[in-house]
């Protein structure tokens, strides 16, 4: 099987995972997978287990007598709540033309070039896309089809020279608890790759600070017959806290380093209203601000209507990786000149969003992201150029065999 008939079978499954609950992976159904792969892998001779988190962890034994270091290769299996997962409809389109693809002439859903330009340099590759009634499941199916892949290589290639390889399968990083659970004395590599990114070349050892605010709003219902001086409706107190945020700060208009306050969810009625906000920044002086910025707000709700009124939560998530991977250049070197070996100019920039490799780099386990050749992640726009998962595995061989060699 290569790389692309794994990734159409591993779509098949549906694994999107769910937040807000507490069960670990939080949906079943990320569990079939994850056996599936345990399964793979162990058809492969590749000592392989999975615990009761879902946490597959398979390991390939060193066949060079160098020390070399251990590396770990990391992808999630599950997919986003934003778009539905099931019964996911996948079609190549061969040979690209540039035009506008039509994913669902029923429903009038196009994958058009002018709201997609990425598209403009697929031309001539074959694409994998969906029926628009799905998402792909690109993120982050093509790096767990990489990685398998990579492994059967292994395993069938005994002159491929390696040093100890460890392979990861994860659930729930969509909902941001992909590693909560992960030992990593478990891992027991020396650092790692995560395979989560987008163009197959990227490097990415920076990513957003990420905290998650919960606002509740709790106001006074009264009959609006008799509301005159009495009522205080909660919902338009969420649109009083939510106007004196920043404008210039709201994720539709950021990009690159550019930080935001994004209003996720608004849940309420007259007497409660509840807002979940995600905060994101790559530098962290200013991501403290962003979060200070919300306090200020309650506080002054509160000192205008009355206590209580406004009950703030923030919780941080993760943080952005280049404070440690600045320690660790030899890692993204190796990275930069693996994929300068594909003829490909390496992408060395941040990512606009986080990654298991983000909290696996402050747990101790230093982890930049690789692009796996997958685009429009999280809804049904997903497409996968099938010439770059190839070259995704060619960079991974290039990476583990220059580890082996130092």
């Known amino acids: 099987m290569n790389v692309l008939e ?15 609950v507490e069960i670990y992976p939080s949906t079943e159904k990320q569990l079939v997978l994850l056996n599936y792969l345990l399964n793979e ?6 000592e392989a287990s999975i615990d009761e988190f879902g946490y597959v962890i398979g ?8 020390k070399a270091k251990t590396v770990a290769l990391i992808a999630h299996v599950d997919t986003s709540p934003d778009a539905s997962g099931k019964d996911v409809k996948a079609r190549i389109i061969k040979n690209y033309d540039g035009g506008v693809i039509i994913l669902n002439q029923e429903q009038n859903i196009v994958l058009d070039p002018k709201t997609f330009p990425n598209l403009n340099d697929k031309i001539q590759d074959d694409l994998i896309v969906t029926d628009g009634t799905t998402l792909l499941g690109a993120d982050d199916k093509l790096g767990v089809a990489e990685i398998m892949d990579f492994a059967e290589f292994v395993m069938k290639n005994p002159d491929y020279l390696h040093g100890d390889i460890v392979i990861v399968f994860t659930p729930d990083e969509e909902v941001g608890n992909g590693t909560s659970f992960l030992d990593v004395k478990k891992v027991n590599a020396d650092f790692g790759y995560t395979l989560d990114g987008s163009k197959v070349g990227e490097i990415a050892y920076e990513n957003f600070n990420a905290a998650t605010a919960k606002v509740t709003l709790n106001g006074k219902s009264v009959h609006p017959g008799s509301a005159k001086n009495k009522m205080l409706s909660s919902i338009d107190l969420s649109y009083e806290f939510n106007n004196l945020l920043p404008k210039f700060m709201r994720a539709e208009i950021t990009e690159n380093y550019e930080g935001f306050n ?18 994101r920044n790559h530098d962290k002086a200013i991501f403290e601000k962003q979060k200070e910025d919300f306090k200020m707000n309650c506080k ?61 780099t402050f747990m101790g386990l230093p982890c930049p992201n690789l692009g796996t050749g997958g685009y429009n992640f999280h809804g049904p726009f997903e497409y996968a150029s099938v010439k770059e998962m190839y070259v995704a595995v060619e960079i991974i061989k290039s990476i583990v065999s220059e580890i082996a060699s130092i």
């Open 59 to 66: 390991r390939i034994k060193s066949n060079t007598d160098k």
């Open 300 to 360: 002054y709700l509160n000192e205008k209507y009355g206590e209580h009124t406004c009950v703030l939560n923030i919780s941080d998530s993760y943080y952005n990786m280049r404070e440690v991977l600045d320690n660790y250049p030899e890692i993204i070197n190796i990275a930069i000149k693996a994929t300068k070996a594909q003829n490909i100019n390496p992408i060395i920039e941040p990512i606009r969003g986080g990654t298991d490799g983000a909290r696996l």
């Open 6 to 20: 794994r990734f159409l079978n591993y779509v098949k499954f549906d694994t999107q995972s769910k937040s807000d």
């Open 41 to 46: 892998l162990r058809e492969l001779n590749i």
């Open 262 to 279: 994004h209003l996720i969810s608004i849940n309420g009625a007259v007497e409660k209203t509840e807002l979940v906000y995600i905060i």
